[in-house]
C-alpha cells in the first residue's frame, strides 16, 4: 500500500526517479516536481501540502458527477466480491455488462441501440475504425476503408487514434497516421474564419467533406469522424450552418458518421449527448470518461442497428478486449448513470449551472488579453491575444502565454488547462454557482498577473 502522507519533497524524488508522464515534458517536470493531488470530494483536489485547488478540468473532462461519491465506491466493491472479473467473449456474457449495454441503448438518441465495450476512449476508436471497415467489408465493398477526420482533432494516443486525430506534434511521433485515413479543416471561425460571417464559414468548412470525398472517389470512404464539439483542441464550437451541411453530406453519400461523444457524451454540454445538442444522427457514438465519470476505465461504442446487423450478421468480427465490458466498470458505469438520472445534473447543466457559467465567462471578454470565450454547457475556452481587433497571436511561441496563464492559475489553486494560447475549463457538472463564482474570480486572478 502507498503511504499518502509521505513528505511532499519525497514523493516528487520518487516520482522523478521512476515515473515516466503522459503528454509532459519530463525535464521540466523533474527540474519542478510534480503537484501530488492525494484526495478529492466535490470539485476539490487535495495536494500533499494541503492545498485546496478547484478543478477547473473535471481531472481530465471526466468526473461529471464530482468526486468522492460513496455509492461508486460501494458498488465497486460489490461487484469485486460477487465477480470481479468475466470476460465477454465466446459466447458468455455477465448481468453488469447486459444491463449497461440495455441502459445505454434507452439513453442513446434514435436508433443508437448496440454497444461494443472498450477500455477507453483510444481503444474505442481503434474498434470504431475496425468495425466501420468490417462493415463495408461485410457488404461487399471492402475498397470503402478511408475514415475522413479533422486537423487538430483528437481522437486518443493509439496508433489507430491517434492516426484519426489531427494533432500534428503527434503524427510526427512514431510513423503515423496509419494507412486509410484523410483529413479536413475544423470549423473554427474566430481563428480562421477571415471575413466570412460564422454561417458561410461553417458552410464553407462542412463542404470541405464532400471535397475530400469527390478527391479519394466516393466508393473508397467509409466514415466521418468528428467530435460534436471539439475538445482538447480549443474548444472549437460550431457555427450553426456546420454540422447540418455535415450530415447531408454524410447521408448523400452514404458514408457512415462517427460522433466521438468521449468529452461531449453523459451530460457535459447539457444534454445526455453532445450529438442531441447540435443535432447530429451519427451511426455509431465513441464514450468514454463520463460514462464512469472517470472512476474506474471503460470506454462504449454504441451502435445503430443498421451497423449492428451487419457486424452481427456475418462472420465473427476478430475484435476485442479482455477487459471489454469489464463487470466492476459496467457496475460502477451503472450506477453513475443512475447518479446523473437521479439527481438532475444534466437537466442542472442545462437550466441552471451551464446558463450561470456562460454569463460569467462571456464577461472575461472584458480583460484586456481575452479576444473571445466561447462554451457550451460546461466546456468552455477562451483565446489570448495581444490585440483583440487584429485577433493577433503573441511574439513569443505559441503556447508560451497560455502556459504562464495556466501555472498563474495553479498557483492561485485553480486547475484550468492550456492548449497553444487559449484557456479551456471543463469542471464537474456538480459545480454549484458558488463555486463558479470563485473559479471566475481565480480566473480572472490569473489572467491579470499573465498580462
Ligand atoms: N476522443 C476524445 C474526443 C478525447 O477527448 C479523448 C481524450 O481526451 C479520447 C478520444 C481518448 O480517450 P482516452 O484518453 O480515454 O483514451
Not at 146 to 174: C, D, F, P
Not at 194 to 199: A, L, R, Y
Not at 249 to 276: H, K, P
Request: aromatic share 8%; with cysteine.
Amino acid at each position: 500500500m502507498y503511504d499518502n502522507h509521505r513528505p511532499t519533497a519525497e514523493l516528487q524524488a520518487l516520482d522523478a526517479a521512476h515515473h515516466l508522464h503522459p503528454f509532459t515534458d519530463g525535464d521540466a517536470l523533474n527540474r519542478k516536481g510534480a503537484r501530488i493531488i492525494t484526495r478529492a470530494k466535490g470539485v476539490w483536489l487535495t495536494d500533499s501540502d494541503g492545498h485546496q485547488i478547484l478543478d477547473g478540468m473535471a481531472g481530465l473532462w471526466c468526473v461529471n458527477v464530482g468526486y468522492g461519491r460513496e455509492e461508486l465506491a460501494r458498488v465497486a466493491s460489490e461487484q469485486m466480491l460477487q465477480l470481479p472479473f468475466y470476460n465477454t467473449f465466446f459466447q458468455t456474457s455477465h448481468p453488469p455488462a447486459i444491463a449497461l449495454a440495455a441502459k445505454l441503448a434507452q439513453l442513446a438518441p434514435g436508433d443508437l441501440d448496440h454497444v461494443f465495450f472498450n477500455g477507453s476512449g483510444s481503444d474505442g476508436n481503434d474498434t470504431n475504425i475496425r468495425m466501420v471497415r468490417r462493415y463495408w467489408q461485410a457488404l461487399g465493398q471492402p475498397e470503402r476503408s478511408v475514415i475522413i477526420s479533422r486537423w487538430n482533432g483528437y481522437h486518443g494516443s493509439t496508433m489507430g487514434a491517434a492516426s484519426l486525430g489531427g494533432m500534428k506534434g503527434m503524427h510526427e511521433q512514431g510513423g503515423l497516421p496509419i494507412p486509410g485515413i484523410a483529413h479536413i479543416d475544423q470549423p473554427d471561425w474566430w481563428s480562421e474564419g477571415g471575413e466570412m460571417s460564422p454561417e458561410e464559414f461553417g458552410l464553407a468548412r462542412a463542404r470541405l467533406l464532400a471535397d475530400k470525398i469527390e478527391e479519394i472517389g466516393p466508393s473508397k470512404v467509409a466514415a466521418f469522424i468528428a467530435e460534436p464539439i471539439q475538445g482538447a483542441g480549443g474548444v472549437i464550437i460550431p457555427p450553426e450552418t456546420y454540422w447540418p451541411e455535415i450530415q447531408r453530406i454524410c447521408d448523400a453519400y452514404g458514408i457512415l458518421l462517427i460522433a466521438d461523444e468521449v468529452i461531449t457524451g453523459f451530460g457535459r454540454t447539457g444534454n445526455w449527448f453532445g450529438s442531441q445538442t447540435l443535432g447530429i444522427r451519427p451511426d455509431i457514438m465513441t464514450t468514454a470518461k463520463g460514462l464512469t465519470s472517470g472512476y474506474v476505465p471503460m470506454g462504449a461504442s454504441i451502435v445503430s442497428r443498421k451497423v449492428a446487423e451487419v457486424i452481427n450478421g456475418s462472420d465473427e468480427f476478430a475484435h476485442g478486449y479482455t477487459y471489454s465490458g469489464h463487470p466492476v466498470a459496467a457496475a460502477v458505469a451503472l450506477e453513475n448513470l443512475r447518479i446523473l438520472e437521479e439527481e438532475h445534473i444534466i437537466t442542472r447543466v442545462r437550466e441552471v449551472t451551464g446558463p450561470y457559467l456562460k454569463a460569467a465567462w462571456e464577461q472575461l471578454t472584458e480583460h484586456p488579453l481575452v479576444g473571445e470565450a466561447r462554451i457550451t454547457g460546461m466546456m468552455g475556452s477562451i483565446a489570448l491575444t495581444p490585440h483583440k481587433a487584429s485577433r493577433a497571436k503573441f511574439a513569443a511561441k505559441a503556447g508560451t502565454v497560455g502556459l504562464i496563464c495556466r501555472e498563474r492559475c495553479f498557483a492561485n489553486n485553480l486547475v484550468m488547462r492550456h492548449v497553444g494560447d487559449r484557456m479551456i475549463i471543463s469542471p464537474p457538472l456538480v459545480i454549484t454557482e458558488e463555486e463558479i463564482s470563485l473559479l471566475m474570480t481565480r480566473a480572472r486572478l490569473a489572467l491579470d498577473q499573465t498580462l
